[in-house]
């Protein structure tokens, strides 16, 4: 056993050369994914799986998004059989209920997580995302952050910034990384009707969870979205509590990411 005194700048020393080393190789990532939601970590999972170099950012401490508080806080999820592969893949128990299928909120986001952290994704919690990188071509071609308790101060701190060849947009209900790209941007289209950001429509699940997979498309070069801001970005109705959508979403956000890597190989 180790008797040597505890030393806190030894502790110190080991917390901040570990964080350089694993920030250090996310300087030119080849996947940048804003927001831990179900969407965003499905999406991380599958493409660490395949070798690829991939980060999420999550502005809030924890992980999990929407998934933690299941339907008005009871902490459990729906899903139907498309999505029930997905969740089974991270080992989520569901129970079968005439084709729907329930599972624990707590669980699915602690088995989702891990399975993302074990494929190789990293995640940096506390970290938001405020702005893109955009440069020749117009193309979308990394992320600019800040801690989240910087924006949450309201503080005035230079954010940093880091290359990624693309970006998935899993900020959830308010599709932030795609609003910001067309306020910032006066003559971003959008592959919408109206080239706008119009918002989700009210709840009609069928519908919601039907447009989700559909709707997660590359929307500005180099720029996905995937779970619930795909539905915003086309004007899809909500869903409530039913997350197969989310899951699948991320598994489609994952194959467009890989199409936009191949091309800008
Ligand atoms: C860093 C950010 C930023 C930022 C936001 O809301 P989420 O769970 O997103 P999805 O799309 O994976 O899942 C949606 C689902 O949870 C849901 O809300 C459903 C099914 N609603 C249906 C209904 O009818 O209401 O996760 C998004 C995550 C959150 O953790 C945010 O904190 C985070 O993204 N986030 N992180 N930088 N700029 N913006």
Redesign the pocket.
């Known amino acids: 056993m180790d008797t040597a005194p505890l030393s806190e700048p030894k502790i110190t020393s080991l917390i901040v050369e570990s964080f350089a080393k694993d920030f250090g190789e996310c300087m030119e990532m080849d996947v940048a994914i804003?927001?831990?939601?179900?969407?965003?970590l499905t999406a991380a999972r599958i493409l660490a799986a395949e070798g690829y170099n991939v980060s999420v950012?999550?502005?809030?401490l924890a992980?999990?998004?929407?998934?933690w508080g299941g339907g008005m806080l009871f902490p459990r999820i729906v899903v139907q059989e498309a999505g029930k592969r997905i969740m089974e893949d991270v080992g989520i128990k569901l129970s079968a209920h005439e084709g729907y299928y329930v599972a624990d909120s707590v669980e699915t986001v602690a088995k989702c997580a891990a399975a993302a952290i074990d494929a190789g994704v990293r995640i940096w919690v506390g970290?938001?995302?405020?702005d893109v990188m955009i440069r020749d071509n117009d193309e979308v071609c990394g992320v600019v952050i800040n801690w989240g308790a910087v924006e949450a101060a309201g503080l005035h701190v230079d954010p940093l910034a880091l290359a990624a060849k693309c970006v998935i947009d899993?900020?959830?209900?308010?599709a932030?990384?795609a609003r910001g790209v067309l306020r910032k941007i006066p003559g971003a289209r959008f592959n919408t009707d109206d080239g706008a950001v119009p918002g989700e429509r009210p709840?009609h699940a069928e519908i919601g969870e039907a447009a989700l997979v559909g709707n997660t498309q590359e929307v500005y070069p180099g720029l996905i979205v995937?779970?619930?801001?795909a539905n915003a970005v086309f004007a899809s109705p909500?869903?409530?509590?039913?997350?197969g959508g989310?899951f699948l979403s991320g598994e489609r956000a994952a194959e467009v990411a890989r199409e936009i890597i191949e091309r800008r190989s």
């Open positions: 804003v927001g831990a939601g179900p969407a965003g950012f999550e502005r809030k992980v999990g998004g929407g998934i970290v938001a995302v405020e899993a900020t959830g209900h308010d932030e990384i709840m995937a779970g619930m801001a909500r869903m409530g509590p039913i997350f989310m």
